[in-house]
């Protein structure tokens, strides 16, 4: 069997699909995208499939290799996007011609469901309070929410420290000691103002605080883990197990890689049994579409220290359910008491609509992030 065809469609709202076709017939499919940069990891992916095309689809290991290392100059967010996308394709074409599902081939399953939190928004505490409730009326058993859902000063002011505090509570309260809670600091607080605020979400005992600094700080990650109980986690900006190695020195308890970022399921495989070493569980970042969330699935039910999955199939998020129903079908993603069944079909255990998709790249999209700015008129990190 050989690779015959590489071809890649630009999804709105902001996705990148990758579609790898092999002369018996067997097509995989991937989620090769950086958010922001679509077109850009799209021209990585096409250099990447000169090296593919002719090639045995399932020497996936050894394709890994050459296109992770193959150019001399090897990782960054851009080109593990796009090895990443060729990876889970290559998995799914496996999984097809195997007649089982990724996880079998990982090593069999560890579990039979898979439990998943939702995102969920607002900038007062009332209003989030209320999103929080919403979504556990819904099924879910834990939520995600921004810590700051604005730009915040290098060392802010009492006032906003009081409302990102109280938002917590506010969303706490509403969830009750039953359901998770997640915060998401996104690289926004500095060092100091992490330090300030995680002490004083400790009383209302947080899932984790995700990105509590930038990925640039890890030197300061020591003492802001050793400033707190509550477990932290990181990774959405990691993209190798080289990189997540330091971090894990730094005590950080839950590592977040992404499946279209961090080189695919080969890598996040990887880079979860590295943590296991460490004690550290991983919950994968998936804001993305559904092959995105098909290949995080793969991995989570064959990885023993996995802890949770996110997903945007709904309540807060751009590329809710109805979205990823216009290319798959979302009943291998139907929630029940907030967990994911186990999927049986073949590869990344879903079925994709090639002409829904051949459609909407015609109309394609050209997504970007918006930088944003403090009052004074400097950057801020979003």
Request: hydrophobic share 45%; with cysteine; aromatic share 6%.
């Amino acid at each position: 069997m050989k690779i015959t065809r590489v071809e890649t469609f630009l999804v709105p709202p902001r996705w990148l699909f990758l579609r790898v076709e092999t002369d018996d017939g067997v097509v995989g499919w991937g989620e090769p995208v950086l958010e922001g940069r679509a077109e850009t990891v799209r021209t990585a992916v096409h250099q990447l499939a000169e090296l593919l095309v002719g090639a045995d689809p399932l020497r996936t290991e050894d394709h890994w290799q050459v296109l992770s290392k193959g150019g001399f100059y090897r990782g960054g967010p851009v080109l593990s996007s796009a090895l990443a996308g060729v990876d889970q394709a290559l998995w799914d074409i496996a999984g097809k011609v195997r007649g089982a599902p990724v996880h079998e081939l990982l090593g069999g399953p560890v579990r039979d469901r898979v439990r998943v939190y939702g995102w969920i928004a607002g900038a007062d505490p009332e209003a989030i309070a209320e999103r929080a409730a919403a979504a556990a009326e819904a099924g879910l058993t834990a939520v995600k929410m921004l810590g700051a859902p604005h730009t915040l000063g290098a060392v802010d002011t009492p006032r906003q420290t009081r409302l990102i505090v109280a938002r917590v509570a506010a969303v706490r309260e509403a969830l009750g000691d039953d359901r998770d809670l997640a915060v998401d600091f996104h690289g926004r607080f500095s060092p100091a103002m992490a330090r300030r605020v995680l002490t004083r979400l400790e009383p209302y005992d947080p899932l984790f605080v995700e990105e509590p600094v930038l990925p640039e700080h890890g030197q300061v990650l020591p003492r802001i883990v050793a400033g707190t109980v509550i477990p932290l986690a990181t990774g959405e900006r990691l993209f190798s197990r080289a990189e997540f190695l330091p971090v894990l020195e730094a005590g950080i308890t839950v590592v977040q890689p992404d499946l279209s970022h961090a080189g695919g399921i080969s890598e996040v495989r990887r880079i979860a049994s590295l943590a296991e070493i460490f004690g550290a569980t991983l919950a994968p970042h998936c804001p993305l579409g559904p092959i995105a969330l098909a290949s995080s699935l793969q991995v989570d039910f064959a990885t023993p220290n996995f802890l949770i999955q996110e997903q945007a199939l709904g309540i807060e998020h751009d590329g809710g359910s109805e979205l990823l129903a216009d290319f798959v079908d979302c009943e291998v993603f139907r929630l029940v008491d907030g967990h994911i069944p186990r999927p049986t079909a073949p590869g990344l255990g879903i079925e994709v609509d090639e002409e829904a998709v051949r459609r909407a790249d015609r109309e394609g999209h050209r997504y970007r992030i918006t930088p944003w700015r403090h009052p004074d008129g400097s950057f801020a990190e979003l």
